[in-house]
T-cell receptor
């Protein structure tokens, strides 16, 4: 069964902390994505990657960076967390033009 | 932004009724997909329709696509309480980017 696993379902961090959100997929997909989801705003694309060590900015990359050292792993990094980054973060992967497979989400609260 | 828009934002129906939700987008697409999200969970893929298709069925789901109007609709027939969820359309414009709408929240009353 296909699987996208996000390392933490719930995190609470303090303003200014460095935050790592990890995502691993076991489907050998080339493409991986990070979205954030906020009420009334839907899902917004932060970054995506179509190959190892490749990354592309989405609609809202400011305040975030990503890392893809291995095909199966795509990490989202908040260098200095701020309260406006409190959100649900969703990782997904896909094989080219096909469907997206999502993880269960990581709900981050920044105090 | 290429983000799509779903309509209505919220929909409440009785069990057994049909539910219809719509999605509009702004620029040409390769395909359009519909996803479902239960509260607090990740999204689950329901159906994909390609730009050269007009209608697609999957079980109780029927999706239509009108590229001239840049719109799509999702019909859920004979709804069940378990269909209560948020539904999102996602548009693929470049082959490796997917843009989501803000979703329709469906409540099916038993």
């Amino acid at each position: 069964d296909v699987k996208v696993t996000q390392s933490s379902r719930y995190l609470v961090k303090r303003t200014g902390e460095k935050v790592f959100l990890e995502c691993v997929q076991d489907m050998d997909h080339e493409n991986m994505f990070w979205y954030r989801q906020d009420p009334g705003l839907g899902l917004r694309l932060i970054y995506f990657s179509y190959d190892v060590k490749m990354k592309e900015k989405g609609d809202i990359p400011e305040g975030y960076s990503v890392s893809r050292e291995k095909k199966e792993r795509f990490s989202l990094i908040l260098e200095s967390a701020s309260t406006n980054q409190t959100s649900m973060y969703l990782c997904a992967s896909s094989l080219g033009y096909g469907e997206l497979f999502f993880g269960e989400g990581s709900r981050l609260t920044v105090l | 932004s290429q983000q799509g828009e779903e309509d209505p934002q919220a929909l409440s129906i009785q069990e057994g009724e049909n539910a219809t939700m719509n999605c509009s987008y702004k620029t040409s697409i390769n395909n359009l997909q519909w996803y479902r999200q239960n509260s607090g969970r990740g999204l689950v893929h329901l159906i994909l329709i390609r730009s050269n298709e007009r209608e697609k069925h999957s079980g109780r789901l029927r999706v239509t696509l009108d590229t001239s109007k840049k719109s799509s609709s999702l019909l859920i027939t004979a709804s069940r309480a378990a269909d209560t969820a948020s539904y999102f359309c996602a548009t693929d414009h470049t082959g490796n980017q997917f843009y989501f709408g803000t979703g329709t929240s469906l409540t099916v009353i038993p």
